[in-house]
């Protein structure tokens, strides 16, 4: 099939969810990508930030195989060996003492609101059920997740929304201390807020959020879907700042590519879930945690994690030497980056999707580099080339 025959036979009979550019890619590998038309592609999209070892990766198509020949799915009614060798794996690599095992990021973000609304429920202050989140953050498309993320884009036309969430400016911690009350059980947050912008927390702000909820006995729930698994260059982008979460999310670059979720959390909160209350039927099969093992323990070396902070520094060089008139801000952490620019970026994504480089907005006016954490320099020149010469052609 061909790029328009796929576009086609997808409008007639798939639910129009996504604004889809007009191509199918059908064939990749490292940072590269191939549409049906065989034409070639940076990718720079990296499956919005999921591929994190870049496309059909040796070691992990081996794992895949060998798993795929052994055993694929059984049910957690019974002991499944990768998911545990994968919880010891990111419990040790994140500072938590627990997992569970889901499919996707707002499915890990539903878990930790039941599991603290659970830790509390279950120190007989039910009423201790407020999630405080922020504004323009977001984490899913469930209808508590969607509740959660504080874009009301999102949220237009689902209501009534799930109660029990309150929103508070993001980088302004006056706002979140007015904002607890007696019947408030965690705070949720992004380290650095990927579809709203790739905004960074400032350090203050996050270290004040962890003493907040010291204080006034809070869970702090870090959103880690988008920067966990190395994408910083820290395996969480909150040991950037020094922070431990109570209860932390991943997703996307945990499976490199395999739909895989997990909530981790402290001992003490972890122990709220009892057999019953939370469950999965896919949650961590042994074939997404067979994968999701193999990918852990790579980023998890220090030298993998130092190279993904050279070429993030790399990466950030080669932007902040386009030095165009119309950016207004550059902001990154390791190979999350965000380009700022004074109006809407969409059809400069599809000039350079015409000269062969993916990329994503985040945000009407940003530009997001989520490569493959595998990039390369010559991978880095080659989209800079490329991005140079978009940007004299965007009008
Ligand atoms: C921070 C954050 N949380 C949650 C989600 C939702 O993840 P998923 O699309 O896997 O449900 C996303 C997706 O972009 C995200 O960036």
Redesign the pocket.
Known sequence: MTNNSIAETGQQYIMNTYGRFPISLVRGKGTYVWDADNKQYLDFVGG?AACSLGHSNENLIQVLTEQAKTLWHVSNLYWIEPQVQLAEKLTAATGMDKAFFCN????A?EAAIKLARKYFYGQNQSNKNEIITFKNS????TLA?VTATGQTKYQKGFAPLAPGFVYADYNDLPSVEAAVNENTAAILV?VIQ??GGVIPADISFLRGLRQLCDQNELLLII?E??TGVGRTGKFLACQLYGIKPDIVTL??GLGGGIPI?ACLAVDKVAAAFEPGNHASTFGGNPLVTAVACKVTEIVSKEGFLKQVEKMGDYLGEKLLALKDPRIVQFRSRGLIQGLEFEREVKDLVGICMKKGLLLVNAGPNVLRFVPPLTVNEIEINGAAAILKQALQEWE
Request: hydrophobic share 25%.
């Open positions: 919005i996707s990021g707002a499915e973000n977001f984490h899913g498309r997740t992004e990927g579809e959103d879907v988008q997703a996307k979720g």
